[in-house]
């Protein structure tokens, strides 16, 4: 099984900075050209939602602050300019195996 | 707008059986309807992370599960209806988690291009104690 690993396991903000967390797999995600490499944000008592999917194309709706970087085996999720509702746990999950999925362990992004 | 709807959870002893369900609606007609999308059963254990336990392919052809719970889940669908279900039997202290349902489009399922799980539930709660 792929094995997801992200850092840091949590990142103090302030409000109007940047921010960066880096997800990094066991073997590559890269397949046809694309990274199956998704990145999801689970906001303080709510479920997961959809922030990011084939490494850097952002779902329907998600600001234009989030953005995707990275293939092969090293992936990055940036803010940047963090707002108030951003906090909450940050998970990369690969797809690659699908349908057999595996998420990060979690980033969690909480303001200073 | 598209809505996933978990209902089923609730506390049980070891050793018994819950079914889960999930109900969709708002699916766009009449391309990206229900039955043009793999469904996932996704779970998180108080404190924990994700995990995947089950998904279904779009016409519940094919099913695959977490090692976890092989043998002991079985997930389902009826695409008249808009349902997916999720029976698991022989439960144990470990299954206690949050169970979210989640829509997926892929060719690893069938159907479509992959966009990631783009539309979660709320969740149910499952309490195996």
């Known amino acids: 099984d792929v094995v997801m690993t992200q850092s840091p396991l949590s990142l103090p903000v302030t409000p109007g900075e940047p921010a960066s967390i880096s997800c990094r797999s066991s073997q590559s995600l890269l397949d046809s050209g694309y990274n199956y490499l998704d990145w999801y944000l689970q906001k303080p008592g709510q479920s997961p939602q959809l922030l990011i999917f084939l490494g850097s194309n952002r779902a329907s709706g998600v600001p234009d602050r989030f953005s995707g970087s990275g293939s092969g085996t090293d992936f990055t999720l940036k803010i940047s300019r963090v707002e108030a509702e951003d906090v909450g746990v940050y998970y990369c999950?690969?797809?690659?195996?699908?349908?057999?999925?595996?998420f990060g362990g979690g980033t969690k992004v909480e303001i200073k | 707008q598209v809505q996933l709807v978990e209902s089923g959870g609730g506390v049980v002893q070891p050793g018994r059986s819950l079914r889960l369900s999930c109900a969709a609606s708002g699916f766009i007609e009449p391309v990206f309807t229900f039955s043009t999308y793999g469904m996932y059963w996704v779970r998180q254990a108080p404190g924990k992370g994700l995990e995947w336990v089950a998904v279904i392919w779009y016409n519940g052809n094919n099913k695959e599960y977490a090692d976890s719970v092989k043998g002991r889940f079985a997930i389902s669908r009826d695409n008249s209806k808009n349902t997916l279900d999720l029976q698991m039997n022989n439960l144990r202290a470990e299954d206690t988690a949050v169970y979210y349902c989640?829509?997926?489009?892929?060719?690893?399922?069938?159907?479509?291009?992959?966009?990631?799980?783009?539309?979660w539930g709320q969740g149910t709660t499952v309490t195996v104690s």
């Open positions: 999950m690969q797809a690659l195996q699908a349908p057999r999925l595996t």
């Open positions: 989640a829509r997926v489009r892929g060719r690893h399922y069938g159907s479509g291009s992959y966009a990631g799980l783009d539309v």
